[in-house]
């Protein structure tokens, strides 16, 4: 089936350099590594990563990396993008976003910090 997740994902560590930045070259070597030992595909910005402690704008630029460095390697290997944000029209913008980037899905959670039913989640459809 066409567009199917399977395989190996892999969620993966966010390098920084000594002033607190995003380590932009160490990030693409470790993509280059995992895409070069065979993984299915990658899955940036995920729940029990450095997502938390990344701006709305490093997040964004981790989608960027991951989606050059598997389109420049020759696989295309499949990005499953973290869209964590903390309201849902900033989310749908940003899957969008990634979408347009080459992201072929994304993952979302249930509002953390917030008690919620199954009930009360809603998924809403991204175009």
């Known amino acids: 089936m066409a567009g199917q997740i399977q395989g190996i994902y892999t ?3 966010i390098p920084f350099n000594d002033a607190g ?7 693409r070597s470790i993509l280059e590594f995992l895409i070069d030992k065979g993984i ?4 940036p910005n995920g729940s ?6 990344l701006t709305y704008e490093e997040r964004r630029r981790v989608i960027e990396i ?13 990005i499953l993008a973290g869209a964590y944000e903390s309201h849902i029209d900033l989310t749908v913008d940003t899957l969008n976003y990634y979408a347009d980037l080459g ?10 910090y917030f008690s919620m039913s199954q009930g009360s989640i809603n998924l809403l459809p991204v175009n």
Do not use: K, W
């Open 21 to 27: 930045s995003i380590d932009e070259g160490e990030l």
């Open 103 to 112: 992201a072929r899905s994304g993952a979302l959670i249930a509002p953390y």
């Open 40 to 43: 299915h595909g990658l899955y």
């Open 11 to 13: 969620p993966h560590m």
């Open 66 to 78: 991951n989606c050059e460095v598997s389109q420049r390697s020759g696989r295309d290997v499949p």
């Open 48 to 53: 029990t990563g450095a997502f938390t402690r």
